[in-house]
């Protein structure tokens, strides 16, 4: 008979008869006893009464009544914590007793009891049997002391229990090595620390992928889940650990195969993209992932989910398979939904008539919802894929066709991102468009038609007719309709402003006075100020070219996409969200995919002894701040009344607090006038096209003490050389500097002849114009920048193109990447008369505030005159900021090219650049990147040279030149990589010029 019998009987008073049996003399009637308590148990009746007779049953050799007690123990012992003490020491005696699953039971209950008395207790006991000769029992406390480890986690810390988990991960057997892993795992993710609990070797994982091949499912899943935590030296390594992972995306277990897919993902990143071996890791992939959509709705949704993650990273994987995620007509919806997904992700070129042709058929299905979703994947199709914009065109207008309103309206909803994507190219569509205009009642749809009519106003005759047909109702409208309402009406008043007056005045007062929302309000005022003061910026305002849209608006950002592949199989990967985003109290490093160090694709410059490499120890470029697009802290500024008079000459010091101080708000009128310094600073060189006399003052030195110090700037001269002279072994010295006694004395310091001062003038860009009359009220800008004698300078012709004189110049500079500020006040003769230029060069230095710009190169300038302020921004070369001490030691060039990682190498190509080694290396002397060895390898010439930038970036550089090719190959090294496509790109004008 089985033991369904337990749970039939209804009797009343059965404790008493069931305390009886507990208490019996005859095993078979207490093993009854036990087995019906536990029943009674099982279906919710209250049997804790009965606690102390079953404790009393404990001390017995049968198993099965054994597991029993313990049973109805781990159930109770929470209620009555001091009754259950009274089983401790049957414990204790059970984990030394001769049979392993006696000893294992034990100490699996005792991690169960979750109660604080009996976890001191539990120590011993535990002790002994991690370090028991039976491997069952070792992995049974290997788990009990993570679940020791969730009651008293100080307890586990303190008594050791985590080291002795680390011993057993080199275990022999492979469950006991799989369990610590396991509890290891949980542990770490309980800490509040976060930090790793264990290292991991190249030791430790052969150990783990031997143990990984014998091993329970979810043993390898744990143990699958720290291989992926673990970063491989190098490629050969990345390689030999896929290869043994691999097999395992054939289990018949999904977390298996998706676990086993996380490490291969993460292994991938460090292995040569274009290498044959990440090619068959890509075919490996793809069918245990279309396997995965083969079972039940709930693990392909799953499956689905880590794929559209996978497909974002390395879209290759599952190129091929597109047939796999057309949707079945039972799938259920979120399942439908999310195939839909990954087949957008998949469109291209190859496939889109099939894509297009499914789409079509989802449009004509009865969920609303997935009707929809396809309709948008139409427009999605067309903005990723451009050649098929046409077709998915002309797709949506049959869609449009079948009159079905919420397939029209999406279908509205698109075509206005269609439009946005290829401006002038299906306008011809509007008037099928507006034919619907009557069946809009979705805020979307209402939203982009009324957008479609006001950016193509000019080519419908009535828009003025169906945008006033929707300000009849304007305050029922959403807020949405509301504001694209506004502005299409502005649009069009701007477009065709004689017969719409009347239209923008309703929809400005609607907006302004009848309106409770302030979005809605501002935006009318805005409009409404524009519109009255003028008309003109309006114009530039409202109709201004609108950038494309980009194609994949809805892709997860580059490094959120990274940490969620490292959690691949996780609920993490199915809510597309980091942990911390919906673990509460998780504080767990973030994870972050490891990076591929480049093959450096470059020879070493020697093979000589090395030497100690260049440290950078300075903060070289901050992380970059918010700033607006031009404005950013110019706008804070407060700059005062403009006022007519000469300037007073600063000295120097003040100039520069005062630039770092004006930047906050102090204005730029102490520019403008201040004490005479009894040692003046220059004025900028001077060369005007009037006859009014300029003098120039002897220069004064820079400030001392100033910012640019602590971020590795000041004067170049201040630098130290970093090794012995090697203008002998080299026989190609740095020009030297005046007096014959500074190689000598170069050679007593340690400096080598590098540090001779170059006076010769570098390359020039030409003037560009910085800031045009029209927006300069007059004034017009150009400029250039130059290093002359160790100094930048801000080389800018001024041209009064106005009706009035102006004068009282004066200039600021924001914020920027290498602390740019000007050496002295701006100097230009006043005042300067209409149709008068004048030449003007202001000295700078690098001495004020650092912020890191985007552009790295980019100068926000304002100006001030007597009739306004002007705002502007400029690039400055960045081989203005090359210094003159940037030549390295030999010896230390190598020990440098060889300590900066691989990874901080980039590689470039001049092209069509027919130039011998001689003349590149004469024309990079002028500009400071100075020659460090030359070398003839297999016929190639091959040029080092190194240059040091004002704030002490070092970059290396290695030119190749193939005799008889007209392209040379350049590769950068740096400790710094945001410099190296602007060094590249200064290097290559040097070169063409």
């Not at 299409?488 to 004689?498: D, E």
């Not at 918010?626 to 008079?645: A, K």
């Amino acid at each position: 008979m089985t033991d369904s019998k337990y749970f039939t009987t209804t009797k009343k008073g059965e404790i008493f008869e069931l305390k009886a049996d507990l208490n019996s003399d005859k095993k078979e009637k207490k093993k009854e006893a036990v087995k019906k308590v536990i029943a009674s148990m099982t279906v919710g009746k209250d049997v804790s009464a009965l606690f102390p007779d079953v404790v009393n049953c404990m001390q017995t050799d049968n198993l099965e009544l054994k597991k029993l007690v313990y049973l109805y123990l781990m159930n109770y012992a929470k209620s009555q914590p001091d009754m259950a003490i009274m089983a401790v020491n049957t414990f204790v005696k059970d984990c030394e007793d001769p049979n392993p699953l006696i000893r294992a039971l034990a100490v699996r209950t005792m991690g169960c009891i979750r109660v604080d008395k009996i976890t001191e207790y539990l120590c011993e006991p535990l002790r002994k049997c991690l370090k028991d000769e039976d491997p069952y029992v070792q992995k049974t406390a290997a788990v009990c002391v993570a679940k020791l480890y969730d009651i008293n986690p100080q307890l586990v810390e303190d008594q050791g229990f985590i080291d002795q988990l680390r011993d057993l991960l080199t275990a022999s057997n492979p469950m006991v090595v799989a369990n610590a892993v396991a509890a290891l795992s949980e542990i770490n993710d309980a800490s509040q620390s976060g930090a790793a609990l264990f290292d991991l070797n190249s030791q430790t994982i052969n150990k783990l992928l031997t143990a990984l091949n014998e091993c329970t499912e979810w043993g390898q899943i744990f143990i699958l889940d720290s291989l992926a935590n673990y970063t491989p030296k190098d490629e050969r390594e990345a390689q030999s650990v896929c290869e043994r992972v691999t097999p395992r995306l054939a289990h018949a277990n999904a977390a298996v195969v998706l676990s086993a897919v996380k490490v291969l993902m993460k292994f991938m990143e460090v292995m040569n993209p274009s290498g044959e071996y990440i090619t068959t890791l890509t075919k490996k992939l793809a069918p245990p992932l279309v396997t995965l959509l083969s079972a039940e709705p709930e693990v392909q949704y799953v499956a689905l989910r880590n794929i559209n993650l996978i497909v974002q990273k390395r879209s290759d994987i599952l190129k091929q398979e597109m047939k796999v995620f057309f949707v079945k007509y039972n799938d259920p919806i979120y399942v439908k939904l999310e195939k839909l997904d990954i087949m957008i992700r998949l469109a291209s070129q190859g496939n889109i008539a099939q894509v297009l042709a499914e789409l079509k058929e989802y449009a004509t299905e009865v969920d609303v919802d997935f009707v929809r979703k396809s309709v948008r994947a139409i427009g999605r199709c067309a903005i990723k894929v451009e050649q098929s914009a046409e077709r998915c065109v002309s797709t949506l207008l049959d869609l449009i066709q079948t009159k079905v309103n919420y397939v029209v309206q999406e279908a509205i909803v698109v075509i206005k991102d269609i439009f946005r994507k290829y401006p002038n190219k299906y306008e011809s569509i509007i008037a099928t468009l507006c034919e619907n205009l009557d069946t809009l009642d979705e805020p979307e749809a209402r939203a982009s038609m009324i957008w479609i009519i006001g950016e193509y106003a000019e080519r419908i005759d009535n828009a003025d007719e169906l945008l006033e047909s929707f300000l009849e109702g304007f305050h029922d409208e959403n807020t949405q309709v509301q504001l694209q309402l506004l502005t299409a009406i502005v649009k069009l008043f701007l477009k065709r402003p004689q017969d719409t007056q009347e239209l923008v005045q309703s929809v400005l007062s609607l907006a302004t006075q009848d309106s409770d929302n302030p979005d809605l309000r501002d935006r009318g005022y805005i409009y409404w100020r524009l519109l009255s003061t003028d008309p003109a910026a309006a114009k530039d305002v409202v109709l201004a070219e609108k950038p494309l849209i980009s194609e994949e608006t809805d892709l997860i950002e580059p490094t959120l996409l990274d940490e969620l592949i490292c959690y691949i199989g996780s609920l993490a990967s199915v809510y597309h969200k980091p942990p911390s985003a919906f673990v509460e109290g998780r504080t767990a490093a973030r994870r972050v995919l490891p990076t591929r160090a480049p093959g450096s694709g470059s020879t070493s410059p020697d093979s000589e002894t090395t030497s100690t490499p260049v440290q950078q120890s300075t903060v070289i470029l901050p992380s970059q701040g918010s700033q607006g697009d031009l404005i950013g802290d110019l706008l804070n500024m407060d700059l005062g009344p403009p006022m007519m008079g000469s300037s007073t000459t600063v000295p120097m010091a003040q100039a520069q607090d005062a630039a770092a101080i004006d930047l906050l708000g102090g204005g730029l009128d102490s520019l403008l006038g201040g004490p005479v310094a009894s040692a003046p600073t220059p004025p900028p060189t001077t060369t005007a096209t009037s006859s009014s006399p300029f003098t120039v003052a002897a220069a004064a030195p820079p400030a001392s003490g100033s910012n640019a110090e602590l971020l590795g700037g000041g004067a170049p001269a201040a630098q130290p050389a970093a090794a012995a002279p090697f203008g002998a072994q080299m026989g190609a010295g740095a020009p030297m500097g005046a007096g014959g006694n500074m190689g000598a004395l170069g050679d007593i310091f340690g400096l080598g002849p590098s540090l001779g001062v170059t006076t010769s003038t570098g390359y020039v860009m030409p003037k560009t114009e910085w800031l045009p009359a029209s927006k300069g009220k007059g004034l017009e800008l150009s400029g250039t920048f130059s290093r002359r004698g160790r100094e930048i300078y801000m080389d800018m012709t001024f041209n009064n193109k106005a009706m009035q004189q102006m004068g009282s110049f004066a200039v600021q500079l924001n914020k920027n990447s290498f602390g740019l500020v000007p050496a002295s006040p701006l100097q230009v003769p006043s005042p300067l008369m209409p149709n008068q230029s004048v030449d003007v060069s202001l000295q700078l230095t690098t001495h004020g505030p650092v912020q890191r710009m985007d552009p790295l190169m980019n100068l926000q300038v304002a100006i001030k005159n007597n009739i306004d302020v002007f705002y502007f921004s400029s690039i400055v070369p960045i081989h203005c900021l090359f210094v003159e001490d940037g030549k390295m030691d030999k010896r230390v060039f190598l020990a440098t090219w060889k300590d900066i990682p691989a990874a901080n190498e980039k590689q470039f190509t001049m092209s069509n650049l027919p130039l011998d080694a001689e003349t590149i290396d004469s024309k990079l002397e002028n500009n400071n990147v100075f020659n460090i060895a030359k070398r003839n390898v297999e016929g190639q010439q091959m040029l080092y040279q190194s240059l040091k930038l004002s704030n002490g970036i070092w970059v290396l550089c290695e030119f190749k030149v193939s005799p008889g090719s007209p392209d040379i190959v350049v590769s950068l090294k740096s400790r710094a990589m945001d410099v190296a496509d602007q060094v590249y790109g200064v290097l290559e004008l040097i070169c063409r010029n």
